[in-house]
Each structure stands twice: as structure tokens, then as C-alpha cells.
């Protein structure tokens, strides 16, 4: 029997409160300061990349934990709308939905977070029989659900046995401790890594060094190794190989989401039988095609445009 989904996303999903962008010094003292735009949006990095990858045409489902609150209820709607099945997500009655705000400053953000239901998310939030009925599974904000990040082996464990590949977006580790040992086990399960530059060289141990090597050490634990660069566009290391990308051009608006959306591209190139190359130049025009606008969904660029784009700019994937 075919898979039901080609994608399932487990993680995080909370609202975004965008505001920016700051022009001076954050103010306490009860200064109040105006700033030129807000905005509340879906956030969480794996309900970005699950709705970006549904924008590309993907049949994805997600798992995951929320309130059985206002902000809740929101998320759910909000992924249901953009064609992700919600059918896994758990609405918690006790502790409240994850929220966050997003300082913007130039280019460069400030984010804080609530955790709300983050710390009580775990492995039995998601489903099995989703597990067993997608060709992919994705997991991200590792360091920020720490049950869930206990469980993952076992939920990757079983993903596998039923066929399926698997990635990781660790993204940033509010604790600064980066503890390579107990990710290990996550990563020998992995078949695809998916950090920023930052992250990369934090979870290598290679800091100081160039974004390269700290791909190429990553790809001696995971097959393959997809790096976000910035303006620098994106590189890809499978241990023998690297490969680079310069990006497209686009006028950016608001960067939040936009590696969540290079998440959603690399993947979804990748589940098409796309070449290493081509997906990585997919993935980098859906990071920059998600900058256009503020908020990591509103932007995200279907299949097609983001294809035209990359042939505009100069290569022309069929």
C-alpha cells in the first residue's frame, strides 16, 4: 500500500509576533517606542517547514502539541488552511500554546519565547500509524523539546522500518550547551541534517573554521549535510562531495522562517528525485522567495515559482 503522506513534520508550532524594525536600543523603564510594523503569524519552525512544504505541492502531515487555548486553536486552523492534515496535533487542556516575540533590527532578530506545552511534548504525541504512512520524517527545534528529543531514536527507528528516510533541524540551543553526546544517537538515525552556518559550526565543534569543514566533519555522522549560508546562499556535503550555491536575488522584507522554507524545498526536491545540486538550488530559492514578506508562511512560493525563479536567475532545472 502507497504512503499516505509524502511528509510528516513533528516539532514545534506557536504564533509569531513580528515587530520591527528597531531603530535604537530596546527601552525599559516603561518607554514605550514605536516601531513601523507588527504582525501575528504561524510560527515554530516545523509548522513553517510543513507548510512550506505543502505550498510545494507535497502531501504533509504534522505532530505536535498545543494548547487547548486561543493561540491553539489558531495554529491548527492556520496549518489546516494551508493544506498540512492536523490530525496529530495534540490540543493540551492544562498548559498553554508556545508563543514568540520577534525583535527585528537591519538584518539580524531578537526572539523570545515562551515555551509553553514545549517541554511536555514527547514521542507519544505522534501517532504511529502517521509514522508507518509517510515516505519522509522531519523533526525540528530539537534543543527546545526535550522530551520529544529523547524519543526521537525511537520514533526514527520506526519511521525507518516502515521505509522511510529522515531529516533534522536542530535550530539554536537556548541553554548554549550544544550537548553533541545525547544528539548522537538522533544523528546516527538521520539521513539529512539541515543546520544554519551558526548551528552547524556549534553542533561540529568547529568554531573558528569554515563553514565547509564544519559540513564535511557533520557528513562523516550523517549522510547528507544541507547548510543554510545566508547571503551566501547554501552548500550541501555527503562526506566526498561538497557542493554550493550562490542563492537567488530578491529584495528581503522579513527573514523570519526563510531556513524553514529552505528546509521545505531541499526536502521536497529531494522526495521528487531531484539530483543533490537541484535540490539545493530549489531549497535556497524558497529561503529567498519566504523573505518577500513578513512572516515565515506568507511568501512561500509554490513549485512552479519557485522553478521559474531559479530560471530567471540563471538555472533551469526542468
Not at 61 to 86: K, N, T
Not at 217 to 226: E, G, K, N, Y
Amino acid at each position: 500500500m502507497p504512503p499516505t503522506f509524502d511528509l510528516l513534520v513533528i516539532g514545534d508550532a506557536n504564533p509569531d509576533v513580528i515587530v520591527g524594525p528597531l531603530t535604537a536600543p530596546l527601552a525599559f523603564g516603561q518607554r514605550e517606542q514605536l516601531i513601523d510594523s507588527g504582525a501575528l503569524t504561524l510560527g515554530g519552525s516545523a509548522a513553517i517547514t510543513a507548510c512550506g512544504a505543502a505550498r510545494l505541492g507535497l502531501r504533509v502531515a504534522f505532530a505536535g502539541r498545543v494548547g487547548d487555548d486561543g493561540a491553539g486553536h489558531y495554529m491548527r486552523d492556520q496549518l489546516a488552511e494551508r493544506g498540512v492534515d492536523v490530525s496529530g496535533l495534540h490540543l493540551d487542556p492544562s498548559l498553554p500554546t508556545p508563543l514568540t516575540v520577534i525583535v527585528t533590527r537591519g538584518d539580524d532578530r531578537a526572539i523570545l519565547t515562551a515555551p509553553g506545552t514545549l517541554a511536555a511534548t514527547s514521542g507519544r504525541d505522534v501517532p504511529e500509524h502517521l509514522l508507518t504512512s509517510a515516505r519522509h520524517v522531519h523533526a525540528a527545534s530539537y534543543f527546545l523539546l526535550p522530551g520529544l528529543a529523547a524519543d526521537l531514536p525511537g520514533l526514527f527507528d520506526t519511521a525507518r522500518a516502515a521505509g522511510a528516510t529522515t531529516s533534522l533541524d536542530t535550530n539554536d540551543d537556548p541553554s548554549g550547551r550544544w550537548d553533541r553526546a545525547s544528539l548522537a544517537p538522533v544523528l546516527a538515525r538521520t539521513d539529512i541534517l539541515l543546520p544554519n552556518a551558526a548551528e552547524a559550526h556549534r553542533l561540529a565543534g568547529t568554531d573558528g573554521t569554515s563553514v565547509p569543514a564544519a559540513a564535511e566533519l557533520l557528513a562523516h555522522q550523517v549522510p547528507l549535510v544541507a547548510v543554510k549560508n545566508g547571503a551566501d546562499g547554501a552548500l550541501c556535503h555527503d562526506g566526498r562531495t561538497l557542493l554550493t550555491t550562490a542563492g537567488i536575488r530578491v529584495t528581503p522584507q522579513d527573514a523570519v522562517g526563510a531556513g524553514d522554507s529552505f528546509n521545505a524545498g531541499f526536502l521536497a526536491g529531494r522526495l521528487a528525485g531531484r539530483p543533490i545540486a537541484e535540490a539545493l538550488d530549489l531549497a535556497a530559492a524558497c529561503g529567498a522567495l519566504s523573505t518577500r514578506a513578513a512572516g515565515g508562511t506568507t511568501a512561500q512560493p509554490t513549485w512552479e515559482e519557485a522553478l521559474t525563479h531559479l530560471t530567471v536567475n540563471g538555472d533551469s532545472p526542468s
